[in-house]
């Protein structure tokens, strides 16, 4: 019998998750990540994975499952995601603090602790899977579910921790899941899924990077069209991200879309949607799944959570940094998003996107 420590979320997956691990054989210990993130207002509860009522609903389950449970607390870690994130929209970047709660925490602290318990695995309800690749080492891999694969997420898993990671409620379609809740009468079988990041309030990402950062002074500036024409006047830049199209504050007949943020003028440029697209990207921070690789490799890049791969090929850099190219051009390469690449379904790595290639030159 396998000691696995199950991060809870008080989510339907997670749960489920706890109740295949148990199906399975394994001595089940399962974790509440206690943030210091509380949301507030039953709706709000709702939406996010950090709330009391999540903490109350994973203790039900593991009360249910007669599984140990203890809640661990990772406040001053969160903190750092928090900071990063403030750092980020002022930095004129799009954060993702999702990727730095995986990295950090879920497959961070948290195997930090599964040490301390003598535990042989960690494990998550995250939709992705564990598989063998053709050398026969462990894989990350998408989840059965495309609709729901969240492997994209989870590209900075190190690669020799692999082995000791198991996803079980990736294996399975989400309506199964579901119906596998209903039917172990888990009382958080109808639950909603989590939709928002947990520390931002309704949306407002301004008032979270004024909280954490309230010395940021004036960040209020010019619309700007590809031509440097001034078109109207914004209130902060970080209320913007490259390929936003609702909410720029000024009309002009037609579609225009953010093209680029610039903290030093704090600019935003606006422009079409044909302006976006970009032929390619530098990434950073490269976490490679896969020996580095000596030459240019085909592979499948996705720059969003909701983008379909697309092909392409990466070239590895010194310093931890890649090269993707796009087969065709594609629009909204944000600065401080995920690239996640692909050979198929497995993962190659992944890094974090510091600018798009520029059409023209392609560098």
């Not at 210990?29 to 993130?37: A, K, Q, V, Y």
């Not at 042989?120 to 462990?138: K, N």
């Not at 939709?195 to 309030?201: A, G, K, N, R, T």
């Not at 609702?246 to 579609?255: P, W």
Request: glycine letters at 10%; one cysteine or more.
């Amino acid at each position: 019998m396998a000691r696995v420590v199950l991060a809870m979320s008080g989510g339907v997956d997670s749960s489920v998750a706890a109740h295949l691990l148990k199906e399975q054989g394994h001595e089940v210990i399962g974790l509440f990540m206690r943030t210091g993130s509380f949301a507030g207002g039953q709706e709000r509860q709702t939406k996010t994975c950090c709330s009391v009522t999540d903490a109350l609903d994973a203790r039900a389950v593991a009360d249910r499952l007669d599984i140990p449970f203890y809640a661990l607390d990772f406040e001053s870690e969160f903190g750092r995601i928090q900071d990063r994130f403030a750092d980020e929209y002022l930095a004129g970047r799009t954060p993702n603090p999702c990727v730095l709660c995986n990295i950090w925490l879920k497959f961070g602290r948290l195997f930090d602790y599964g040490r301390q318990v003598g535990a042989d695995h960690v494990a998550t309800g995250h939709y992705a899977r564990i598989v063998a690749g053709p050398d026969g080492r462990p894989r990350l891999a998408r989840a059965v579910d495309r609709h729901k694969d969240q492997s994209y997420v989870l590209f900075g898993l190190r690669r020799e921790r692999l082995a000791q990671v198991l996803l079980p409620v990736g294996s399975y379609p989400k309506a199964v899941i579901r119906r596998m809740a209903q039917e172990l009468a888990l009382p958080v079988h109808d639950k909603p899924d989590s939709q928002e990041i947990c520390f931002v309030p309704d949306d407002d990402y301004r008032a979270v990077v004024r909280r954490r950062r309230p010395d940021a002074g004036d960040t209020s500036g010019p619309i700007l069209d590809s031509d440097g024409r001034i078109l109207g006047f914004h209130d902060g830049y970080e209320s913007y991200t490259v390929g936003q199209r609702r909410g720029l504050g000024v009309a002009v007949g037609e579609a225009r879309y953010v093209l680029r943020i610039d903290p030093a003028t704090r600019g935003v440029t606006i422009g079409p949607r044909a302006a976006l697209e970009r032929p390619g990207l530098i990434a950073s921070g490269m976490n490679w799944q896969i020996d580095e690789p000596t030459a240019p490799l085909p592979c499948l890049a996705q720059i969003r959570a909701r983008h379909q791969a697309v092909p392409a090929s990466v070239e590895a850099q010194p310093g931890g940094e890649a090269i993707v190219r796009f087969e065709q051009p594609q629009p909204a390469v944000a600065p401080g998003q995920v690239v996640t690449l692909y050979d198929g379904d497995l993962v190659l790595g992944g890094g974090w996107i510091e600018r798009p290639l520029e059409p023209a030159t392609g560098g």
